[in-house]
Nanobody, 117 residues
Framework: QVHVVESGGGLVQAGGSLRLSCAASGRIFSINTMGWYRQAPGKQRELVAEFVGDDNTNYADSVKGRFTVSRDNARNTVYLQMNSLKPEDTAVYYC???????????WGQGTQVTVSS
């Protein structure tokens, strides 16, 4: 079993910054993907940014140039630095990790990010 915990959400004014953290623990032998999704009210959950394998990253077009995903492999931790935040970035942000040869997916409980105009 893998346990995923996010932290770092909150309320910020437009143009501000926040940094989210996600730590995974448990039976983790290999990580296929690890990253961040978000879900705004009334909308589907969408990919924000992720690591694929060791070095490849994917970003949603809406966050390119503003958000940066980074990781600490030794701690199975991934971070999301969010700059130049906009009201449309308001959502619950979820961390996701896909591990092992069976590609099992685990989610955190989510952390609220609210950007005021």
């Amino acid at each position: 079993q893998v346990h995923v915990v996010e932290s770092g959400g909150g309320l910020v004014q437009a143009g501000g910054s926040l940094r989210l953290s996600c730590a995974a623990s448990g039976r983790i032998f290999s990580i296929n993907t690890m990253g961040w999704y978000r879900q705004a009210p009334g909308k589907q959950r969408e990919l924000v940014a992720e690591f694929v394998g060791d070095d490849n990253t994917n970003y949603a077009d809406s966050v390119k140039g503003r958000f940066t995903v980074s990781r600490d492999n030794a701690r199975n931790t991934v971070y999301l630095q969010m700059n130049s935040l906009k009201p449309e970035d308001t959502a619950v942000y979820y961390c996701n990790i896909v591990v092992g040869g069976l590609y099992r997916s685990y989610w955190g409980q989510g952390t609220q990010v609210t950007v005021s105009s």
